[in-house]
């Protein structure tokens, strides 16, 4: 599903956040990526949705060779990757309805397929009830959520998750993953980007570990190391 | 696509109620370029009907004397109407004359009754020389100077040429410092248009995050922020249109009384070419704030 071949990126001369990284993480598969912060993590998000271009190597995703990808296929990329971020991003004078909508809109989705599909992915993530809550009026794990539906509306086969957990409690922590792995059941690639020990020493999943751009562990069920 | 140019219009409408205010001041400046670029044009308008009454009135006089025959009269008339310089020559009989003061006077019964007081006709008769050119104004004067006829009275030579040249002295720098004042206001409308354009950005860098994140394409998230260069254009014309009009209305009757006699309509004028004026100032202002709507976006929408 993706592909990482010798892939090295620096932003300053002499200063390389990716250091040949390989990988290739398998379809329907949830890995965790794990690394203190400043050591490529991000970076390695950045270059799977095309923001950043990288220096060496090659990047292929769903047989798709990335690498050198122009900026009119990015959108195209960008709509079979789902996101999401420890902020949410979430646009505060829209409903949550209005919130995931939008996501459709901007892609020339019509009117007819919104109102049938944000309901379907609001039921997802168990936010039926409140869709005409405004973001500052539900919890911030209800807000990772609306983020998730959002990020589910146009069906990716990746959904990758930048440190969806870092502004919440345990609680509502455990509920995101939770609800990331119902996700990945139906057959999506999760990513999970974090630096959280406990989610992941618990999810005894594919756990990749960063350490100055490099990956220095590979493990199918694996813990957090660092 | 339909759908999509729907939504970028209503984006675009978003971003200009969002920074009401700032909206409003692009579209004041907007309103000021193109009021002051119709002035322009409202001053040339006048210029070029000034410049045509006067043209109209060159002509020189020759009064003649009263007891002069009508073979003389009509000598000397062949004679002028052979110069290279003339175009044509009327001749005025005493009778004509009396007949035009009367009809000229009409509405002035005074001097009317004054005419009847002195009971025969005081006018004489003349002829009226019309010149083939202005640029041939100064020769003809000379030659007629040459002409010792017995039967000339009086010669009026008022010299319109140095009127002429006043009013398109004033005519071009009025026009120049329209052009000025246009070309201040046009620097200004960009430097406002690119700075409401780059508010609107900032004001929407979160929608901008999101749209890009989800995969909107960079058509969709840029083409409402050029449209706003457009709405701002479409505000400000219809402004300057709906101002403009009721002004020329009040200056009308102003410029009637100035220019008697002379058909100077500047309402007529101004619906008649409506389509031309306005369709080009329209394009043109357009094209600036495109430009300075695109510079801005190009800076600033990679959000």
Redesign the interface.
Known sequence: MIKYYNVSKEYTPGARVLNRINLHIKPGEFTSIVGQSGTGKTTVVKTLIGEEKIDNGKIVIGGWDITNISQREVPVLRRQIGVIFQDFKLLPRKTLFENVAFAMQVCGGNPRKIKRIVPHVMKIVGLEKKVYRYPQEVSGGEGQRVAIARALVHRPKILLADEPTGNLDSLNAHEIIELLLRINKFGTTVILVTHNREIVNRLRRRVITIDNGQIISDREKGRYLL | ?F??II?IIKFSLQDIGRNIWLSLVTVIILILSLFTVNMLLVVKVIGDTAVDAVRDKIDINLFLKSESGEEDILSLKTKLANLDEVKEVNYISKQAALENFRKTHANNPEILESLREIGNNPLTPNLIIRPNSLDEFDNLINKINTFDDEIIESRNFTNYKIMLNKINFITEKVSKAGLFLSTIFLFITILVVYNSVRVAIYTHR??I??????????W??QMPFLLSGIIYTLFGLIAVMGLFYPFLTLLQPYLETFFVGYNVNLIQYFYGQAHIIFGLEFIAVAFVNIIASHLAVRKYSSV
């Not at chain 2, 999101?210 to 960079?218: F, N, Q, T, W, Y």
């Open positions: 696509m759908l999509s939504r979160r929608e995050t999101i749209m890009r994140l989800v995969g909107a394409s960079k969709f998230i």
